[in-house]
């Protein structure tokens, strides 16, 4: 069974920093792109990062651009995301998602065959 499994949320004060981490099982990243999203209450699930099959290229939303750092470790079939410079907008479930295409110009849409389960990020003092 092919999945993804998120780890690493939690409740972080504003200003700090928390590592999300996406590990796949039943199927290999190398050829797949990975991407992140968030959704908060009552909002639509938006596009937070993408990272290329060979990690050469990332993209990011300009919410997140400067503080959150995208990358991944194929070695170890997971994915990750840096979260610097947290603030309370960036409170969401955060969740990793994959396929075998380029990030390109479509790479927030949620057009993902692969999805985690989510894991809650919460920021607040």
């Known amino acids: 069974q092919s999945q993804l499994v998120e780890s690493g949320g939690g409740l972080v004060q504003p200003g700090g920093s928390l590592r999300l981490s996406c590990a796949a099982s039943g199927f290999t990243l190398d050829w797949h792109i990975i991407a992140w999203f968030r959704q908060a209450p009552g909002k639509e699930r938006e596009g937070v990062a993408c990272i290329s099959m060979t990690g050469g290229s990332t993209y990011y939303a300009s919410s997140v651009k400067g503080r959150f750092t995208i990358s991944r470790d194929d070695a170890k079939n997971t994915g990750y995301l840096q979260m610097n410079g947290l603030q309370p907008e960036d409170t969401a479930v955060y969740y990793c998602?994959?396929?075998?295409?380029?990030?390109?110009?479509?790479?927030?849409?949620?057009?993902?065959?692969?999805w985690g389960q989510g894991t809650q990020v919460t920021v607040s003092a």
């Open positions: 998602a994959a396929d075998d295409r380029v990030c390109g110009s479509t790479w927030s849409s949620d057009k993902y065959p692969y």
